[in-house]
């Protein structure tokens, strides 16, 4: 293998050129230097240690941290023409043993494994006898204990700084903030000097938030004109996923169900059914999807509010890996926010982790309720700056704001004077006047508060209760019945009286308007017919070999195919995504295709 990162790039990968700072870190780490990078999903992390491993003596050893990941990298380095396997529990002893041989031998250019596999003694002592060109830990951030998604057995990842001090450390992520990457770099003995942090921007998607009324009906809505698309649905619940998997399947959708109470078996044949097969929802907790590696995910929808603004990163990132227009759409509600505070509230973990844990959350509440714009809320917490996106909810129809501390003090009046015990629906009967039967018999019809609020309707209440919720001046007992309270921040507010900017509840919209297949829609007719031939060629070829579209070729290099038509290999090869060992496997199929649309075209 050449040790020309750049001809390694074009005649491997077939791109001209590396992007953002990928270079100077393939550089960097072909010198034998450690390597901290955060870069964000889609942005080429992978190539940052599969290119030095190509220019490097030795193989690559990667620690990745699920095995469908592994089987996928794999699976694609293969198209590629690059020798990789993966050792894992899933292979037989003689299986096992061919590996081995192989790294041994030198005729390896990477090998994955999962950290459990990793840290036994077995391999790791058989590893000291390997040529190992470097180390790479991907999804760094599972070794932070103050990350979202830690895993002890990346904790014990620390050891292969004294079994192979020579050898290049690089440690990759998408999602760490300010405490987690300084814990990362010191954990693994990196050095400060050698971080690279590439940004967090992911500006071909879409993020929107919208307040839930009739969850369901919202959803459907949303995904409707997305029929035909590959998208995620993250649920709170195993059962809800049950549930919308149900209702989506009913209305025309091809849903499948992932969680962690599922038969190991049947969740591993959904996720290779949703990586396989084009159109498919997968609707799952978030038990799935770390390392998703698909390209082609046009849409990340959560049905409830995810646990963290990293959390959230990382699960709408698994969108629009192949740089193409995708969409994110987080719905919540002020029972959504109750029960994230009472799991907290009620772990095990020690007072300095809930404290860390409610912080998270609230800014994450921050970006939920923003009136500006959501992709400089979500860039500002990972200390990266963002002026106005152009491209999000806010930016694209900015929410109407008033002063609300008039009616924040009405509602706190109410709940403090029928008792802090009742929940929404009662307080706001209460502050509209109603006296049915229940009220009469409590005496909350001679409450000071009873009929005070008629200048809002029930929705409005509704959402001036979930803002003041979110923003921790009222309590709800979702333990319970759902009493609401004052907490002691909404009592300071009640005292010091001060203003309270608070966001108009947005009427109902029709039905959205978003294109059809968002990977042909910016392409002129004539294109996007042949686009789609070439799709269905990519997904004839790759059902032949039981291997997912995306790594024959990616959406975007089928569009370059479309739009420029080559008619020869050499022209094939221009284009990017197209290396050499792809060329030889492929060309000839789709410049068939490509042919005999243009003799079609042009007629007798």
């Known amino acids: 293998m050449s040790a020309d990162p750049l001809h390694v790039l074009k005649t491997v990968y077939g791109y001209d050129s590396f992007r953002g700072r990928q270079a100077e870190i393939i550089e960097h780490v072909i010198a034998g230097a450690h390597a901290f990078v955060v870069m964000p999903t889609g942005g080429g992390k992978s190539l940052c240690y599969q290119i030095p491993a190509l220019c490097r003596e030795g193989a690559g050893l990667v620690v990745s941290p699920l095995i469908a990941l592994m089987d996928d990298q794999v699976t694609a380095l293969a198209q590629a023409g690059v020798k990789a ?17 192989d790294l041994e031998r030198g005729e390896l250019d990477l090998l994955y494994m999962a950290p459990e596999t990793l840290l036994r003694p077995g391999t790791l002592n058989r590893l000291k006898g390997a040529p190992l060109s470097l180390i790479a830990i991907d999804e760094a951030h599972c070794l932070s204990q103050w990350g979202h998604d830690f895993r002890p057995e990346y904790r014990a990842l620390d050891c ?95 849903a499948l169900v992932y969680h962690a109470g599922m038969d190991m078996k049947d969740r591993e044949a959904n996720q290779r059914r949703f990586q396989l097969e084009p159109g498919v929802v997968m609707v799952a907790t978030v038990a799935f999807g770390m390392g998703i590696d698909k390209p082609d995910v046009r849409f990340v929808v959560h049905a409830d509010l995810p646990s963290s603004i990293e959390a959230y990163y990382q699960e709408t990132g698994r969108a629009g890996r192949d740089g193409l227009p995708a969409e994110a759409l987080m719905f919540y509600g002020a029972r959504d926010i109750s029960l994230r505070r009472m799991f907290i509230d009620e772990s095990d973990a020690p007072d300095a982790r809930k404290r860390m844990e409610h912080a998270k959350l609230e800014a994450l509440l921050g970006f939920a309720e923003t009136c500006g714009c959501r992709r400089s809320v979500l860039l500002d917490y990972f200390g990266d700056d963002s002026g106005p996106c152009g491209n999000c909810d806010v930016c694209l129809d900015p929410p109407e704001t008033f ?171 221009g284009l990017a995504g197209v290396g050499e060992a792809k060329l030889e496997r492929y060309g000839e199929a789709f410049l068939d295709v490509i042919n005999a649309h243009e003799a079609g075209a042009a007629g007798p």
């Open 160 to 254: 292969l700084v004294d079994l192979f001090p020579e050898t290049p450390r690089i440690a990759l992520t998408a999602t760490a903030d300010a405490p987690t990457r300084a814990e990362i770099v010191s954990h693994l003995n990196i050095g400060e000097e050698n971080s690279f942090i590439a940004g967090f921007d992911r500006p071909n998607i879409r993020y929107s938030a919208a307040e839930k009324r009739d969850t369901t009906r919202q959803m459907l809505q949303f995904l409707e004109a997305r029929k035909g698309e590959s998208g995620i649905v993250y649920c709170l619940s195993k059962r809800k996923t049950e549930d919308v998997a149900e209702t989506l399947n009913a209305h025309g959708f091809t």
């Open 403 to 573: 002063d609300g501390a008039l009616a924040a003090q009405k509602v706190l009046s109410c709940i403090y004077r029928t008792g802090e015990r009742f929940g929404q629906a009662h307080v706001i009967s209460v502050l509209l006047g109603e006296a049915d039967e229940r009220i009469e018999r409590l005496g909350h019809d001679g409450v000071s508060t009873f009929g005070i609020g008629k200048e809002h309707n029930r929705a409005s209440w509704r959402s001036i209760m979930r803002q003041l919720i979110a923003q921790g001046l009222v309590t709800a007992d979702v333990a319970g019945h759902g009493g609401l309270s004052i907490s002691p921040r909404g009592r300071d507010f009640l005292r010091d009286k001060p203003p309270l900017n608070l966001r108009v509840l947005k009427k109902p919209q029709g039905k959205k308007g978003a294109k059809r297949g968002e990977a042909a829609a910016d392409l002129a007719p004539a294109d996007a017919a042949l686009f789609e031939e070439l799709r269905r060629k990519r997904l004839e070829l790759a059902k032949t070999q039981n291997v997912p579209p995306y790594v024959i070729f990616h959406d975007k290099t089928l569009r370059e195919m479309a739009r420029r038509r080559p008619c020869a290999p050499s022209d094939l090869a």
């Open 85 to 101: 396997a993966a050792l894992n529990s899933r292979l037989a002893g003689a299986e096992r043993e061919a590996v081995w041989r």
